[in-house]
């Protein structure tokens, strides 16, 4: 059985490492978390692969040795709930980060990539955000690379805040089949974090025809890895999620398609 639930490995500066291959389902997706003190630093060759770096808490300098973002980052938490700073940098190029405050924790979200594109700071003002979702299904996103944007040629990444007692990325939908304008083929994997950090949430991954279905009880700073199939996700009462979406595939676009069999929530009056 394919394990979809990562744990952090907290002791480290990598603290979670999903690589394309490898133990992971995914191929189009990777993604690693890293914890930065001060002055400290984390640098890596992409070879074939682009990145997003983004500054999730604290404050970081981003280089791929042409451009250099000088102490980017917004939020010493995520649960300020205000948009941060990324960086886009694409195949071919090395970078380094390196922590500009007491604590930087920094996603870097990967996926394949052949054609070279500008190194691209996204500043938070250029995040849009929205509400989704109503009843117990409200949540807000902020989007960092949207299919909207043309910054990347494969990666899609958002945040997402979810408050107790409601349900997010529901009704149920999937991205697994390249069936354009329909359904697009996107791999994701989310990275959670909770408010108050002791809290869980419960996150379902499962195909039509129950090859995957998986129920797991999701802690502060796991990852989940969704190779194919719907993904909804439970936050009990008391706590708030966020979580952190990278979405890849095989064309930049979303579109997904709801559960049949739980779509009729969507015409509730």
């Known amino acids: 059985m394919v394990n979809l639930l990562r744990k952090p490995e907290t002791a480290n500066k990598v603290v ?11 191929k189009y ?9 001060q002055g400290e630093t984390y640098e890596e060759s992409l070879g074939k692969l682009e990145v997003c770096v983004v500054a999730l808490t604290g404050r970081i300098t981003v280089t791929d040795h042409d451009a250099t973002f000088v102490n980017i980052g917004r939020r010493s938490s995520v649960f300020e709930q205000v948009p941060t700073d990324s960086v886009y940098i694409s195949n071919d190029r090395a970078f380094r980060v390196t922590g500009e405050s007491d604590v930087a924790r920094v996603a870097l979200c990967y996926a394949p990539s052949e054609k070279q594109l500008p190194t691209t700071l996204i500043p938070a003002e250029a995040n849009s955000t929205e509400q989704r979702g109503k009843y117990n299904n409200k949540r807000t996103v902020h989007n960092i690379l949207p299919d909207s944007v043309t910054t990347a040629n494969s990666l899609l990444v958002v945040e997402v805040y979810t408050e107790g007692g409601n349900w997010s990325s529901y009704p149920p939908h999937k991205h697994d089949q390249d069936n354009l304008p329909v359904e697009s083929f996107l791999e994701e994997s989310y990275y959670h974090e909770m408010n108050p950090p002791q809290g869980f949430v419960f996150q379902r991954v499962y195909t039509d025809d129950r090859s995957i279905d998986e129920t797991m009880t999701v802690e502060n700073r796991n990852v989940v890895l969704v190779p194919a199939g719907y993904h909804p996700v439970g936050v009990p009462d008391g706590y708030t999620s966020y979580y952190l979406n990278v979405m890849a595939g095989p064309v930049r676009t979303w579109n997904f398609h709801n559960d049949p069999a739980h779509e009729w929530i969507l015409d509730r009056k």
């Open 29 to 37: 997706v990777g993604f690693k978390m890293i914890d930065l003190a």
């Open 16 to 26: 979670q490492d999903v690589a394309i291959g490898g133990d992971s389902p995914l």
